[in-house]
Nanobody, 128 residues
Framework: EVQLVESGGGSVQAGGSLRLSCAAS????????MGWFRQAPGKEREGIAA????????RLAAGVQGRFTISQNNAENKVYLRMNSLNSEDTAMYYC??????????????????????WGQGTQVTVS
């Protein structure tokens, strides 16, 4: 079973930066599409980034392009979300998620919650 653990959230002032980490069990992240979602209070969970290392594919939602970067580290078995120029609208719980093992991001709608059977518990990001 795939296990995902997020870390790196916290409180930051507007204009600041954070880097979120997602530690995946086994080598899942290299053989599956990995995504980052966020959910603000009273709002739907939205997909903001995805990566499929085997094909060198990355995706970013329009609202975070130019500010956020998704990457992965093979040696550490982690996926990262680097967030710059944060503003209050970025305040949310951030979740890491994974596709079924071996599946490319292109096989499903990468921004869709239903595309990801595996989820972490989330890490809170608060921008003031």
């Amino acid at each position: 079973e795939v296990q995902l653990v997020e870390s790196g959230g916290g409180s930051v002032q507007a204009g600041g930066s954070l880097r979120l980490s997602c530690a995946a069990s086994g080598n899942t992240y290299t053989s599956s599409c990995m995504g980052w979602f966020r959910q603000a209070p009273g709002k739907e969970r939205e997909g903001i980034a995805a990566i499929f290392g085997a094909e060198g594919i990355t995706r970013l939602a329009a609202g975070v392009q130019g500010r956020f970067t998704i990457s992965q580290n093979n040696a550490e078995n982690k996926v990262y979300l680097r967030m710059n120029s944060l503003n209050s609208e970025d305040t949310a719980m951030y979740y890491c998620a994974a596709y079924p093992i071996g599946m490319s991001c292109a096989k499903r709608v990468w921004t869709g919650r239903d595309s990801y059977p595996y989820w972490g518990q989330g890490t809170q990001v608060t921008v003031s």
